[in-house]
């Protein structure tokens, strides 16, 4: 009954104390620090072993199952548990016809590294669990009396080797994943553990051999109750900080999980700034979850299709509730017809939220196709269209060698303006080519880029004549390198120079 009542008040206390236990800095690199005593562990254990196999002998279990007991120390570098163990193996013989072991025993002295992950690094996890994945590389001392083939084991003549022969000594490996149980205080924590091993024989002539294990054990730091008072110093503080900060909404006292940024875009495709009064804003909804505070800082930028800055907003604290944009760019440029343009939030968290999470920056992006723009030249009368996502083939006016995806953007496209145009009602349009004068010279412009300008003007007039327009209203043109939309010197716009625009005139 006392015992009981003991056991009973330390999970008690141990619950008090706990806001996770065992050193771990939340982060994947350690963090800098001097050797501090509290931080030293010794572990203890032991479990089941699986039949070992020798991998040149096939899926043959050479021994029957067995067990092991490890004894280890090391030291809790901010959550990287760095030590040395030993453990011992012993299995028994095998039942199976060729299984040609009498009895094994490993004597295995390894450096082992493992992961701490708590709470602290994967912020789902409850206080109660740590899961330890780790590796680790060694010595094997073999010893072991065996059958050297089945022969000899139906005759009964058994071979042995002794501890520390020559050739029984190998280098040893293992990876394991262990669940721990911290219950609130380093004194001692338990825990389950899984691991596979292998190592090289050459005493009988074996090879690679391999088994695994499954095993019980527990971990103590001798000074853990530094480690414990810590933490309960840690809370103490917080708790003192929380009763002298002004009451927080019931919004920010359950704030637990991970902040998040996220952004709406509304449309999200076929936007037409264009002045019609359809399709012509676009409505970009930032917003932030589980921040404690508002944040410090946040930036909306709209990326245009070559991954340029096209547009950008930015500001201090609280994020705006909804931002309606133009399709203008900053310096008052327009999006092209059939574009994709890539939109991105950042948002930098206060030092609180920054700290808590771990998160410097929260981001999130989303993207927006613009549709066909009948920009107005003459309200009522005269509209242009300019179009940069027609393709052709190099230096040709067809469309048969480009990839079937930009055939299938071409298909798209025209079908589009097509159907733009036929709304418009009884219209005149102009198709006019333009090209990227590279040399900047009137030598280039008359001679190729104008020609094939013109060419490529006449084969989209065909492939609107095939889409349902009377030829008699459509005309093409090329203009070469006129009217360039980027200057010469400006070779990273150069791509807004390659297009096609259409004059569409109403008819008197």
């Given amino acids: 009954m006392r015992l009981r009542t003991f056991l009973l008040a330390f999970a008690l206390s141990s619950a008090a104390l706990s806001i996770g236990a065992e050193p ?74 060729y299984s040609l072991m009498q009895n094994f025993r490993n004597n295995i002295v390894e450096f082992k590294l493992r992961r701490n992950l708590s709470q602290k690094s994967i ?44 050739g029984a000594n190998c280098l040893f490996y293992d990876i394991s994943l262990e669940l721990a149980f911290p219950v609130g205080s380093d004194t001692l924590i338990p825990f389950i553990g899984a691991d596979y091993n292998a190592f090289y024989d050459t005493s009988i002539g074996g090879g690679f051999a391999g088994f695994g294990r499954v095993y019980l054990g527990f971990r103590t730091y001798p000074l853990g109750v530094i480690n414990d008072i810590q933490r309960w110093r840690e809370k103490k503080k917080l708790q003192e900080l929380e009763s002298s900060t002004p009451p927080q909404t019931e919004t920010e006292k359950t704030v637990t999980g991970e902040p998040l940024a996220r952004l709406s875009i509304t449309p999200n495709e076929d936007f037409t700034p264009d002045g019609d009064g359809n399709g012509d804003t676009v409505h970009l909804k930032p917003s932030v979850q589980n921040l404690t505070e508002e944040p410090e800082s946040w930036t909306i930028t709209v990326f245009d299709p070559k991954g340029a800055v096209f547009r950008k907003w930015s500001g201090n604290g609280a994020l705006p509730e909804n931002i309606d944009w133009d399709g203008k760019s900053d310096s008052g440029e327009v999006v092209f017809s059939r574009n994709i343009y890539t939109v991105n939030l950042t948002v930098i968290p206060k030092e609180n939220d920054r700290k808590r999470s771990g998160k410097n920056e929260l ?23 300019i179009v940069n996502t027609i393709h052709f083939d190099a230096d040709r006016a067809t469309f048969d060698r480009i990839p079937k995806e930009q055939q299938e953007e071409n298909r798209e496209t025209l079908d589009s303006i097509a159907r733009q145009i036929k709304q418009t009602g009884n219209v005149n349009v102009l198709i006019e080519g333009y090209a990227n004068n590279v040399s900047n010279t009137v030598r280039e412009d008359r ?46 716009n150069w791509w807004k120079n390659r297009r096609v625009e259409f004059i569409v005139t109403r008819e008197e």
């Fill in 363 to 385: 981001t999130d992006s989303g993207s927006i196709k613009t549709g066909i723009l009948m920009i107005v030249i003459i309200p009522e009368k005269k509209w242009k269209i």
């Fill in 447 to 492: 001679e190729e880029l104008v020609p094939l300008s013109k060419l490529r003007a006449q084969a989209i007039q065909q492939e609107l004549v095939e889409r349902g327009l009377d030829i008699k209203t459509l005309s093409a043109a090329g203009r070469g390198g006129a009217n360039p939309l980027a200057a010469w010197e400006d070779r990273a």
């Fill in 24 to 97: 771990d800095n939340g982060k994947f690199l350690p963090s800098k620090e001097l050797i501090v005593p509290n931080h030293v562990f010794f572990e203890l254990g032991g479990g089941l072993d699986f039949p070992l196999e020798f991998f040149s002998q096939g899926n043959i279990a050479m021994t029957s199952y067995g067990g092991h007991f490890f004894a280890g120390a090391g030291y809790n570098w901010s959550g990287w548990l760095l030590g040395l163990e030993y453990t011992h193996d012993m299995w028994g013989e095998g039942k199976g016809e």
């Fill in 123 to 166: 912020n789902w996890l409850p206080e109660w669990l740590e899961i330890v994945p780790g590796a680790g590389i060694g010595i094997n001392f073999i010893t072991t009396d065996y059958y050297p083939s089945k022969h000899a084991k139906d005759d009964g003549r058994l071979s042995s080797v002794s501890l520390f022969q020559s």
